[in-house]
């Protein structure tokens, strides 16, 4: 079976602070991982995907097989980056499996 | 085309009705995905189809739940005797192909409730 954690359902931050949105996954095999977001009032978007090893709008993440986890990092965050943020899974199958979200908000 | 678009973006109905949800995918895209996003499971997969092969069927919550594709494009997704835990946000997606690594672009949902 293959499981998408995301231990916080609200990170708030000021602006410029660094961010990082937790997640960690199960699966037995070889995981792809993404992240996807959702603005408000807008669709559920991708973000990033670990392979290929990208920074869009200055976040990145990167693909710890040891601890099992694939957390999102901004050094500085920017109020537009509010939003919702889930992070997902394909590997048995090709639908996503997806974390519960954490919603991040950026203050001024 | 803009991109995936389903209709109706809103449905009220009473509870043991059965309702129709569409969803039209970006043109070429081979692969269609319905998820269910709903306040105490999140994002759940439902349904997958790809070309002509035969559905994965494995998120269906009950036998209730179906859904088909007609030639290649359009999908409805159709629940009978809805029950009020049908309640949540429909989404549907669409990719080029089915490859794990292919984007996946969403619709902008339909919202059920279920009187």
């Known amino acids: 079976a293959q499981r998408v954690t995301q231990p916080e359902k609200l990170l708030s931050v000021f602006k410029g602070a660094p961010v990082e949105l937790k997640c960690n996954y199960s699966y037995s095999g070889s995981p792809e991982l993404f992240w996807y977001v959702q603005y408000s009032r807008q669709r559920l978007q991708l973000l990033l995907r670990h392979i290929s090893r990208e920074s869009i709008k200055g976040f990145t993440a990167d693909l710890n097989k040891g601890e099992t986890s694939f957390h999102l990092k901004k050094p500085f965050a920017q109020e537009e980056d509010s939003a919702m943020y889930y992070c997902?899974?394909?590997?048995?199958?090709?639908?996503?499996?997806f974390g519960g979200g954490t919603r991040l908000m950026v203050k001024p | 085309g803009a991109g995936v678009s389903q209709s109706p973006s809103n449905k009220v109905t009473e509870k043991g009705k059965d309702v129709e949800l569409r969803c039209d995918p970006i043109?070429?895209?081979?692969?269609l995905y319905w998820y269910r996003q709903s306040l105490g499971q999140g994002l759940e997969f439902l349904i997958y189809f790809q070309g002509n092969s035969a559905p994965d069927k494995s998120g269906l919550p009950s036998d209730r739940f179906s859904a088909e594709r007609t030639g290649g494009s359009v999908s409805t997704l159709t629940i009978q005797r809805t029950q009020q835990e049908d309640s949540a946000v429909y989404l549907c997606?669409?990719?080029?192909?089915?490859?794990?690594?292919?984007?996946?672009?969403f619709g902008p949902g339909t919202r059920l409730t279920v009187l």
């Open positions: 043109s070429g895209h081979t692969a």
């Open positions: 997606a669409s990719s080029w192909t089915g490859a794990w690594d292919n984007e996946q672009f």
């Open positions: 997902a899974l394909s590997g048995q199958g090709n639908m996503l499996t």
